[in-house]
């Protein structure tokens, strides 16, 4: 684990969830230091799993151009991600947490980040949907707390709301056998 991924996973793991917006917007995280847990896939971004803690998950996100998560809850977690290399625009829609129904015709906001931005959303701010609109590779890295072991996704074919469990393509710099 590059050296400034090891000590944000310390510090994350001696502070308190309060804290954890801040410790990600100050961690000085390269491309480099995430290295060891980037794997691409032509067919769907990746979910690496650096390390996962009674309290949080943090998880780097690999996109080739143009791949994009589906309109997405967070299960009642907290989620931050920062840029590590490449941009990603983040759209956040209208939810209703406890009808779980989105109202796509109301966008709350959209931004583009580039290296270094960070965001946060919970279900209380909406749904959201992270893209990498460029032609390059992007890297992400995504903290939860506590940890999102399913979450609920929009099937934008008929609106419909479905449940998905959330799985890894790599835990700790190892590929899973199933990914
Ligand atoms: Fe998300």
């Not at 690496?48 to 009642?76: M, S, Y």
Request: negative net charge; aromatic residues 8%.
């Amino acid at each position: 684990m590059g050296n400034a991924l090891s000590n944000l996973v310390k510090l994350l793991q001696n502070s308190p969830i309060e804290d954890f917006q801040s410790i990600l917007a100050q961690a000085k995280v390269t491309a480099k230091d995430v290295q060891g847990h980037c794997f691409f896939s032509d067919q769907y971004y990746t979910r690496n799993l650096v390390c996962a803690d009674k309290h949080f998950e943090l998880i780097v996100l690999c996109w080739r151009g143009k791949q994009r998560t589906p309109i997405h809850d967070h299960n009642n977690s907290e989620g931050w991600l920062k840029v590590v290399e490449g941009k990603v625009t983040e759209t956040i829609y209208e939810w209703d947490k406890i009808l779980k129904k989105a109202n796509l015709q109301n966008t709350i906001s959209h931004v583009e980040l580039e290296p270094g931005g960070t965001s946060h959303v919970n279900d209380d701010m909406g749904v959201h949907t992270i893209c990498n609109p460029s032609t390059q590779d992007s890297i992400t890295l995504h903290l939860y707390a506590p940890r999102i072991e399913k979450c609920h996704y929009v099937d934008t074919k008929n609106a419909s709301i479905k449940e998905k469990i959330l799985g890894f393509y790599s835990i700790a710099g190892k590929p899973q056998a199933d990914s």
